[in-house]
């Protein structure tokens, strides 16, 4: 059976050698992660089924205790969240002897940077599509019907209706009141922005401000890859960021880490066979995972422009 183009050849991999290590993939997989180091995580490592069930206990308050008088006891009114473990993704290359022979070690390096990247970008796409969900919007479409607009973060986006906005400090602060009122921690907030916002926040003199300070080489954010800090949250750019249904506005996050949650069944692994009738090694780097909102409330999306 003929393999079309769909495999490394002496042609294509001339200049490689397709040594590829399970630990270079699960460190490159490590390094391209933005949404899923900043979200909570479960281990279902190990673990038989494919739903994950989460308590989600509902928060008391406290009753005034009179003299002589009994405790008041608060009603158990305990809920779950069911996490689906249902994310099978797999990154699969067929690499032929001729090239193991002649191509060049960079080539291991490639693959396997590559399939962590790929992987890692499958993780966090899924992740950022939770928040098509978030503040009451309707998880099953991109309409982001709960979002707001980015320049006052405080007036409805509707989707085919009005488009994004650049963000701006008053936006930023309104959000993180409507955070506020709705009792989410301080401590564990984000913010995430696609690229084009980056541009707009890197003016904001608040922003600048704050992203600037720090020891000088070691704590300044701007050089440890995130982009810096804004009221007391860490403000990240990633690509995955998802884009509006009917307009080309584009979607950033301020979230806790109590909004979302990544289920891992089977964390990143590699496997290789060797295929005679192929004359070289299929390569196959997989995970089983499952992504589920937690927490409603704890997150709010606002929409961009692209």
């Given amino acids: 059976m003929a393999l079309g183009t769909n495999h490394v050849t002496n042609v294509t991999g001339a200049k490689f050698i397709p040594e590829i290590w399970s630990d270079e993939i699960i460190a490159a997989y490590k390094q391209n992660l933005v949404m899923a180091n900043l979200v909570s995580k479960m281990s279902f490592k190990g673990k038989k089924g494919d739903t994950l069930h989460i308590p989600k206990p509902t928060r008391g308050s406290a009753a005034l205790k009179a003299a002589s008088t009994q405790v008041t006891l608060i009603a158990a009114t305990e809920s779950e969240v069911q996490v689906l473990v249902n994310k099978h993704y797999e990154y699969s290359r067929l690499i032929e002897d001729i090239t193991e022979v002649q191509a060049l070690s960079s080539m291991r390096k490639f693959y396997t940077g590559d399939a962590g990247y790929a992987l890692a970008k499958q993780v966090d796409t899924d992740l950022v599509q939770l928040g098509r969900g978030a503040a009451g919007s309707n998880p099953e479409n991109s309409l982001y019907s709960g979002a707001v ?3 006052d973060g405080s007036t409805a986006y509707v989707d085919g209706t009005n488009v994004g906005n650049a963000i701006t400090d ?3 602060r309104k959000m993180i009141q409507a955070l506020d009122d709705a009792d989410v921690p301080m401590d564990g907030r984000v913010m995430v922005l696609p690229p084009v916002a980056r541009n707009t926040m890197m003016g904001l003199s608040r922003f600048t401000e704050q992203a600037f300070t720090g020891e000088v080489g070691g704590g300044n954010t701007i050089r440890n890859g995130k982009i810096g800090d804004v ?9 995955n960021c998802d884009t509006a249904t009917t307009t080309t506005s584009r979607i950033g996050m ?7 949650v990544l289920a891992e069944q089977q964390g990143v692994r590699s496997q290789t066979q060797y295929k005679q009738e192929y004359l070289g090694t299929l390569f ?3 995970m089983l995972y499952g992504v589920k909102e937690l927490r409603d409330e704890a997150a709010i999306t606002f929409a961009l422009a692209a």
């Fill in 254 to 260: 301020m979230f806790h880490k109590e909004a979302f």
């Fill in 231 to 239: 009221y007391g949250m860490t403000v990240y750019v990633s690509t």
């Fill in 170 to 172: 008053a936006g930023i």
């Fill in 149 to 151: 607009l980015a320049g």
């Fill in 284 to 286: 196959t780097s997989d």
